[in-house]
């Protein structure tokens, strides 16, 4: 009996170790999302980021949206700020793809915006 498919092996053997997140290890799936864990840990006004699963869905009025990421920002002033998602392209995506991914980011930004008035 397998106890890992050989892609979690690699994934877990290439695995970011990191500060500011749930695990110790942030599994990335391109260079651009290594790069992104590797500024997201670094930067002050980050309290805690957390790559998402392939199954984690938002449903918006442009249809589902699969973020990549989650964060929690500290402000300057301490106010108290919501949780932010988002993905991250590693290729420009195609002119209806970017429209219907930008009306799911704006309903995300609206819904974010309505949990800090409260």
């Known amino acids: 009996m397998l106890l890992f498919k050989n892609e979690e092996l690699i994934n877990y053997l290439t695995a970011l170790q ?7 290890y942030v599994v990335d799936d391109s260079e651009v999302e290594r790069e992104l864990a ?27 949206y699969n973020p990549d990421w989650a964060t929690l920002k500290r402000l300057l002033d301490a106010r108290r700020q919501p949780p932010a998602m988002a993905g ?25 915006d309505k949990i800090a008035e409260h």
């Open 38 to 64: 590797k500024r997201l840990d670094e930067r002050e006004d980050i309290k805690l980021f957390v790559k998402l699963p392939g199954w984690f869905e938002v449903y918006t009025p442009g249809g589902k």
């Open 18 to 24: 990191v500060n500011k997140s749930v695990d110790e």
């Open 88 to 112: 991250e392209p590693s290729a420009p995506p195609a002119a209806d793809h970017w429209e219907s991914g930008q009306v799911k980011k704006d309903a995300g930004t609206q819904l974010t």
